[in-house]
Each structure stands twice: as structure tokens, then as C-alpha cells.
């Protein structure tokens, strides 16, 4: 378990304002079981360390075993912030209503005291962080991105960095197709739509047959029709982040859309996005996938763990529809239920008129950016009216999280 800590500060407890707002809230959702504090921590062996299988800037997640046999995943909000209040709420009211096969199962919840825990239904195969990319590590610099200027939060890895698990191709296939589904349904098919905002390989859980589902709702935003983009503080995870998004902070749909596209690549290459650990040309990911595009030699990115038993056509064309949803310009990204049918086969790929992707067109004007000032603000832009609340935001923390990525003079 990796954890990298920058900021220290003392232990608090819950508000008496804020235990209120957390109880008035989740009495008001149907569908959710409360769980007795007694009962998960007897089902943890008291939140005992050898059952930690996971650690976030807003908790831990312990394995427990209750008394009927059933396991579950039981996530312990840390009452260190506001904020995590904030994540706690948007998870439970997001995953309470909705049902996919390819989301994660809430059994119910725990607010008890100063208690705060969340309870999933256990997945035996971790996430994609741990088994498929685990020999990567995820580069240490990789921070969790909560556009608070002054309060930067750390990235905590689900797992130790090494997994001894093959992935096939048709496995792969699989998991590329399932995580499209679902993030489909979320954005098409929900009412109003949602944005996940935190797309990645540490929030791709897998099951005993390796069917993915999407976890952590806690960044989540609702997205009604009416909506061109919402206007908000840029969350999320570097590596991930769509740059329309983390320059300016206007969130769609198409910010998911480029997270996916770069865990595309990563689940075909079997590696993650930035591995500093490489030689110069092959630590980026997405550099590294354009370069290759444009070279005509995509397969060389393909995972060599397979032995070459992979579709070689179908292993590229995935690489292909990743390089599409990264794309620059968000408009010409396609939407999630294209990406389905693209992956599936029942819709061509046009690959003719692939774009650079975002990161690369953007870095140099980033470069050249000097800091303004304020923080970004949360509003919306509704149809009809391209104006923004956050079009003088700020873009020192942008540049930062751009120069983590991409600056090689040192």
C-alpha cells in the first residue's frame, strides 16, 4: 500500500451541523439499509489492518465478513474534511437510486455517532489499478486532484503495486466494453444525466469473472438536459483529466468521455498513463499512443504479457477508439453510446481524421500562462448561452498538474 502524505493535520470529528445534514439526508433515501456501527466493526475484526483493502483522501476500505458469510466492502469516511462530508452524501443519493450491472452495489450505509461508513457488495478481483496495472505503480508524482489551491490531497493507491493475474484479450475486451455500458447509462440513459468526474483504473472494481463496475460516486455531478456544461472546481485524477475541464473548469460529459479514452489505452497496453520510471519517449501514455498512431505502428503499444494471442485488428482499433475520445477539441469526441457500439463492432471507426490529443495541443499554451487570480466558481451554462462563470479562472493549479505531467527540464 502506497500512501503519500504532504499535509498534516489533527484528527477532528463531526460537527454537530454536519451529523444533522448527514442524518436528515439519508433518512430521506429510499432503498438504503443503516447499518449498526457494532456489526461492521465486528464484520472487520474492528477495522483491524489486515482487512484494509484500499485508502483515499476521504477514507479507508476495509474486507468484512458478516455473521450470515456474505462479504462486503465497507469504505470509513474520515471526518478530516467538509468535503468528505460533502462526498459521502453525493455517493449514497447517486448509487442508492440507479441500477447496472456494470455499477457498484450499495448494500447500505452507517451514520452513527461520528461515524460515517458506506457499505459496497465485496468484488474478489480488487480494480484494475491492483491486478492489471499493478506492476506500473502509478508513478509516484500522480496527485488526487481537489482544485483547492491551498490544499493539495494525494493520490492513495488500492494496492501494493504487483499482481500476479493475466489478463487474456477477450478478458480485456470484456472489461473495455462492460466500463463503456455503464458509463452509457450514466450518461445517456439516468435522468438527469450523471458525470462521474473521476474515471480511472483504482475505480474500476472487478468481480470473481472479471465483469467490471464503476465505484467511488463521490465527485459525481447531475447533468440535466438543459445543461451545455456545469462550471465547477476542477476533481479528478491527473493523468485523467479532460483539458477543457482542468484549464477552465467546464464540465460535460466529454470529460468522462476523455478519461475513458485514456483508460482505454491503458487496459490495452497494460500500462498506466505516466511512468516516470520509463525512458524519456515511453513515459507518457497518450504521447506515446499519438506517436505510434501517426507512425503506423499502434501494435507495438498492445501488451507483449499476451504472447501475441490477441486480435491484432481489434487490439488497434481499441487503441484507435481511445485516441478518438482524447481528442482536443471535446465536440469531436464521440459519445459513450458510440464508443459501445464502436468496441462491439456495429459501428465503424473512423480513424481517418483522428486529432491530436488534448494534452499534447495544450501543453504550450499552458506553458506561457501566468497565474490570475481567484477560485474557480460552480454555475452552469445553460443552452443558448456559451458565457461561463469560471472563464477568468485561475489556471496556476492547471499549469502545475499540465507541468507534473509534461515538464522535462528537470
Same mark, same amino acid.
Given at each position: 500500500?502506497?500512501?503519500?502524505?504532504?499535509?498534516?493535520?489533527?484528527?477532528?470529528?463531526?460537527?454537530?451541523?454536519?451529523?444533522?445534514?448527514?442524518?436528515?439526508?439519508?433518512?430521506?433515501?429510499?432503498?438504503?439499509?443503516?447499518?449498526?456501527?457494532?456489526?461492521?466493526?465486528?464484520?472487520?475484526?474492528?477495522?483491524?489492518?489486515?482487512?484494509?483493502?484500499?485508502?483515499?483522501?476521504?477514507?479507508?476500505?476495509?474486507?468484512?465478513?458478516?455473521?450470515?458469510?456474505?462479504?462486503?466492502?465497507?469504505?470509513?469516511?474520515?471526518?478530516?474534511?467538509?468535503?468528505?462530508?460533502?462526498?459521502?452524501?453525493?455517493?449514497?443519493?447517486?448509487?442508492?437510486?440507479?441500477?447496472?450491472?456494470?455499477?457498484?452495489?450499495?448494500?447500505?450505509?452507517?451514520?452513527?455517532?461520528?461515524?460515517?461508513?458506506?457499505?459496497?457488495?465485496?468484488?474478489?478481483?480488487?480494480?484494475?489499478?491492483?491486478?492489471?496495472?499493478?506492476?506500473?505503480?502509478?508513478?509516484?508524482?500522480?496527485?488526487?486532484?481537489?482544485?483547492?489551491?491551498?490544499?493539495?490531497?494525494?493520490?492513495?493507491?488500492?494496492?501494493?503495486?504487483?499482481?500476479?493475474?493475466?489478463?487474456?484479450?477477450?478478458?480485456?475486451?470484456?472489461?473495455?466494453?462492460?466500463?463503456?455500458?455503464?458509463?452509457?447509462?450514466?450518461?445517456?440513459?439516468?435522468?438527469?444525466?450523471?458525470?462521474?468526474?473521476?474515471?480511472?483504473?483504482?475505480?474500476?472494481?472487478?468481480?470473481?469473472?472479471?465483469?467490471?463496475?464503476?465505484?467511488?460516486?463521490?465527485?459525481?455531478?447531475?447533468?440535466?438536459?438543459?445543461?451545455?456544461?456545469?462550471?465547477?472546481?476542477?476533481?479528478?485524477?491527473?493523468?485523467?483529466?479532460?483539458?477543457?475541464?482542468?484549464?477552465?473548469?467546464?464540465?460535460?460529459?466529454?470529460?468522462?468521455?476523455?478519461?475513458?479514452?485514456? &483508460?482505454?489505452? +491503458?487496459?490495452?497496453?497494460?500500462?498506466? #498513463?505516466?511512468? *516516470?520510471?520509463?525512458? $524519456? =519517449? /515511453?513515459?507518457?501514455? !497518450?504521447?506515446?499512443?499519438?506517436?505510434?498512431?501517426?507512425?503506423?505502428?499502434?501494435?507495438?503499444?498492445?501488451?507483449?504479457?499476451?504472447?501475441?494471442?490477441?486480435?491484432?485488428?481489434?487490439?488497434?482499433?481499441?487503441?484507435?477508439?481511445?485516441?478518438?475520445?482524447?481528442?482536443?477539441?471535446?465536440?469531436?469526441?464521440?459519445?459513450?453510446?458510440?464508443?459501445?457500439?464502436? &468496441?462491439?463492432? +456495429?459501428?465503424?471507426?473512423?480513424?481517418? #481524421?483522428?486529432? *491530436?490529443?488534448?494534452? $499534447? =495541443? /495544450?501543453?504550450?499554451? !499552458?506553458?506561457?500562462?501566468?497565474?490570475?487570480?481567484?477560485?474557480?466558481?460552480?454555475?452552469?451554462?445553460?443552452?443558448?448561452?456559451?458565457?461561463?462563470?469560471?472563464?477568468?479562472?485561475?489556471?496556476?493549479?492547471?499549469?502545475?498538474?499540465?507541468?507534473?505531467?509534461?515538464?522535462?527540464?528537470?
Amino acid at each position: 500500500m502506497a500512501c503519500f502524505s504532504f499535509l498534516c493535520s489533527r484528527k477532528k470529528t463531526f460537527s454537530a451541523e454536519q451529523t444533522t445534514e448527514i442524518d436528515e439526508e439519508v433518512s430521506g433515501i429510499q432503498n438504503t439499509k443503516r447499518f449498526p456501527y457494532k456489526e461492521l466493526k465486528m464484520a472487520t475484526g474492528n477495522f483491524h489492518h489486515s482487512n484494509k483493502i484500499g485508502e483515499g483522501g476521504f477514507g479507508v476500505v476495509y474486507k468484512g465478513t458478516f455473521r450470515d458469510g456474505t462479504m462486503g466492502a465497507i469504505k470509513v469516511l474520515s471526518a478530516d474534511s467538509k468535503q468528505g462530508v460533502r462526498e459521502f452524501l453525493t455517493e449514497i443519493n447517486m448509487i442508492a437510486e440507479i441500477e447496472h450491472e456494470n455499477l457498484v452495489e450499495l448494500s447500505g450505509c452507517c451514520v452513527e455517532g461520528n461515524h460515517r461508513i458506506l457499505v459496497y457488495c465485496y468484488l474478489e478481483n480488487n480494480s484494475l489499478a491492483q491486478t492489471l496495472l499493478g506492476n506500473c505503480f502509478y508513478s509516484w508524482f500522480v496527485f488526487n486532484i481537489r482544485l483547492n489551491l491551498n490544499n493539495l490531497k494525494p493520490l492513495y493507491l488500492l494496492g501494493g503495486g504487483h499482481s500476479s493475474m493475466q489478463f487474456s484479450w477477450e478478458a480485456r475486451r470484456n472489461i473495455c466494453i462492460g466500463v463503456a455500458k455503464g458509463l452509457a447509462f450514466l450518461h445517456e440513459e439516468v435522468q438527469p444525466h450523471i458525470i462521474h468526474r473521476d474515471i480511472k483504473a483504482s475505480n474500476i472494481l472487478l468481480d470473481k469473472n472479471l465483469n467490471p463496475k464503476i465505484s467511488d460516486f463521490g465527485l459525481a455531478k447531475l447533468f440535466p438536459d438543459n445543461m451545455t456544461h456545469i462550471s465547477t472546481r476542477v476533481a479528478g485524477t491527473t493523468g485523467y483529466l479532460a483539458p477543457e475541464y482542468a484549464i477552465r473548469g467546464q464540465l460535460t460529459r466529454k470529460a468522462d468521455i476523455y478519461s475513458f479514452g485514456v &483508460l482505454l489505452l +491503458e487496459i490495452v497496453s497494460g500500462r498506466c #498513463n505516466t511512468n *516516470r520510471r520509463l525512458p $524519456l =519517449s /515511453e513515459q507518457y501514455l !497518450l504521447e506515446r499512443a499519438w506517436n505510434k498512431y501517426e507512425s503506423r505502428e499502434l501494435v507495438e503499444l498492445v501488451d507483449t504479457s499476451m504472447g501475441g494471442e490477441y486480435d491484432v485488428e481489434e487490439a488497434q482499433k481499441f487503441l484507435k477508439i481511445g485516441l478518438l475520445c482524447t481528442q482536443d477539441i471535446p465536440k469531436l469526441r464521440p459519445s459513450m453510446s458510440q464508443v459501445v457500439k464502436m &468496441l462491439m463492432g +456495429e459501428e465503424a471507426v473512423n480513424d481517418e #481524421n483522428i486529432s *491530436r490529443p488534448g494534452l $499534447l =495541443s /495544450e501543453f504550450t499554451a !499552458l506553458r506561457g500562462q501566468k497565474d490570475n487570480s481567484g477560485m474557480i466558481s460552480e454555475g452552469t451554462g445553460k443552452g443558448g448561452n456559451s458565457s461561463s462563470s469560471s472563464e477568468n479562472v485561475t489556471t496556476s493549479y492547471a499549469t502545475m498538474t499540465f507541468n507534473s505531467i509534461f515538464d522535462r527540464s528537470n
